[in-house]
């Protein structure tokens, strides 16, 4: 996420920020995919299912020209992402506009992003402080071997509440409606471990126009997250395969250096406060940036 036009001159008149209807959030996507974000062509509908009124467009002459995205979760906290200005746009002030009438949709809350690195000040001037990077690995040679046969099931053997009472521990807040549609979207490939009657962790592959994501990736320990890993990455399709870590998490960092992952980009995950507290060691890779 760039914020392409922090900060910027007044836009015109005729400048209208407003919700998005389901199908402009499409496009945002498609426009995310032009940046060389490489969304999952699914990821919309998980995304609005998250939260519906938590997109927002701005609109020059009746034409859209910028994105964002405002999604609340529980309560108390919200994430950033989505924010993007067309290219010929830019610097007009139609992007500070759109980001500070979309965040009246999270006041009160704790919000989070993940924005490029090199727009820290920006986002440190609007109220955010640096967390910690995160680093995208990207492999593309020889996949990790399965796990053994009966070590990891399909999520869907098991009760959802199951699922997002292990999701809960590792995310700041509940977020179960983007989570039934992020484990069931055509194409998106949901698996779990249970050891001891229990979840042990769980994780999702999804498709992209460049390979495939792996996200959320959540396990208890190595052996899981390892398990799980290479089981997705045997479902996923040809092409490279991407995992999402946080870089404090360093047993995450070194299981995606053993599986010959190399990094490809990296973010900045930065806060307006103190997140609801989650088990961050639980955390081998993060859902997705565009949504936390």
């Known amino acids: 996420m760039t914020p392409s036009d922090l900060p910027g001159a007044e836009p015109p008149s005729t400048y209208l920020c407003r919700q998005m209807r389901r199908a402009e959030l499409d496009q945002a996507i498609a426009w ?3 940046e060389g974000w490489n969304p999952g062509p ?9 939260d519906p ?7 020059l002459d009746g034409a859209p020209v910028a994105s964002i995205s405002v999604v ?7 994430f950033l992402g989505c924010y993007i200005v067309r290219p010929e746009h830019r610097g007009s002030g139609l992007g500070l506009a759109l980001w500070q009438r979309a965040m009246e949709h999270l006041a009160g809350r704790c919000v989070g992003l993940d924005g490029v690195v090199a727009q820290q000040d920006n986002y440190r001037r609007a109220g ?7 680093i995208r690995y990207g492999l593309h040679g020889a996949r ?12 869907a053997t098991l009760p959802f509440a199951a699922i997002a009472a292990y999701d809960r521990r590792c995310f700041p807040a509940p977020r179960d409606a983007f989570l039934r549609a992020w484990l069931t979207l055509p194409g998106h490939v949901a698996l779990a471990v249970v050891r001891d009657g229990t979840v042990a962790g769980y994780g999702v592959m999804r498709p992209c126009p460049d390979g495939a994501k792996l996200g959320p990736l959540f396990a ?7 398990a799980l890993f290479a089981a997705l990455a045997a479902d996923a399709p040809l092409g490279p395969l991407f995992l999402d870590v946080a870089e404090p998490h360093r047993a995450a960092v070194a299981l995606a250096e053993r599986a010959g992952m190399a990094p490809v980009f ?3 995950r930065m806060y307006t406060s103190p997140p609801p507290a989650c088990d961050d060691a639980k955390v081998w890779g993060i859902s997705t940036f565009e949504l936390g």
Do not use: C, I, K
């Open 32 to 34: 995310a995919a032009a």
């Open 42 to 50: 699914q990821d919309a509908a998980a995304f609005w299912a998250a």
């Open 53 to 59: 009124g938590g997109f927002w467009l701005g609109e």
């Open 72 to 78: 609340r979760y529980g309560a108390a906290y919200g």
């Open 128 to 134: 955010f402080t640096l967390a910690h990077r995160n």
């Open 144 to 155: 990790p071997a399965p796990p053994p046969s009966g070590m990891v099931q399909p999520a």
């Open 220 to 226: 208890d320990d190595q052996a899981v997250a390892e």
């Open 266 to 268: 990296e973010t900045a």
